[in-house]
């Protein structure tokens, strides 16, 4: 599932084992991915950028390489049975680790509570909390294992304000959401003795094609069926001014190079001593 991504500018430089993740392996799937992909090679992680479109996937590898960064794109449906193993065994023939998952794949799929069907709500549930918790559990051979000198390594599962306060429309979103938090503490307590941190970011709101106009006519396919992406065009034009932003004490969203700076900071040094928690990126939205 993608979403409108920016460009993280800059010429990638890790020759010397410069950065924040240096030669360390990152797991990215799509959402904001590419930003992060980007921003992750740039600080010296080999990153392996997964997308549902090959194409987009491939790009963005080829961009990490070009700049003088190491990547290799895997596409593939997070939903899909076979994705984590597809994933996981590209990952160690690559690389030979794994240091890093940032679980990011997701789209919304709205309708009011007592109109929503139950394949709308079961399809949200298995892209937003089924496809990261098995992913993770493909994932754990290289993860739970101690060591004399650990390594850096975390889980970055990504979370939302619906996840947090609710919203309207978003039954299926919002109870996903609230699940992810509660996943990633039980990863935190469970493989922390392993020295593996788990944490959430939980975004407000993002300019991505999520909240772009619907009326532009974006879709993604889901199971067979065609899912309209982002907001009605009246929301859209309110989401681009000062009124849609009462409630955001900085007064505008967040761009997708903001988003993912959130995600570096929790599988960097810097937060070696975070885990467990869900980090609010809102612009202050619901303090």
Sequence with gaps: M??????VSGHINNAHGRGLL???????????????????????????VSDIDAVKAAAVADEIKAAGGEAIPVAGDVGADDFPKTIVDATVKAFGQINHIVNNAGFTYDKMLH????????????IHVRAPFRLVRAAAPYFRVKSETPAN???INVSSTSGLHG???????AAAKAAVVGLTKTIAKEWGPFGVRANTV?????????????EAGITIEVEGKKVALGIPSAQARAAEGVG???DIPLRRGASPDEAAAAMLFLASPLASYVSGHTLEVTGGRGI
């Design 115 to 126: 109109t929503m069907p139950d394949d709308v709500y079961d399809v949200i549930m298995k």
């Design 167 to 173: 919203n309207v429309g978003q039954a299926n979103y």
């Design 202 to 214: 939980a975004y407000g709101l993002v300019h991505t094609r999520l909240t772009a106009a619907k």
């Design 22 to 48: 240096a030669g360390e392996v990152a797991i990215i799937t799509d959402g904001i991915g590419k930003s992060a992909a980007l921003l992750f090679a740039k600080e010296g992680a080999k990153v392996v």
């Design 244 to 246: 849609a932003f009462a």
């Design 153 to 155: 390594r975390s889980i």
């Design 2 to 7: 993608t979403s409108r991504l920016v460009q």
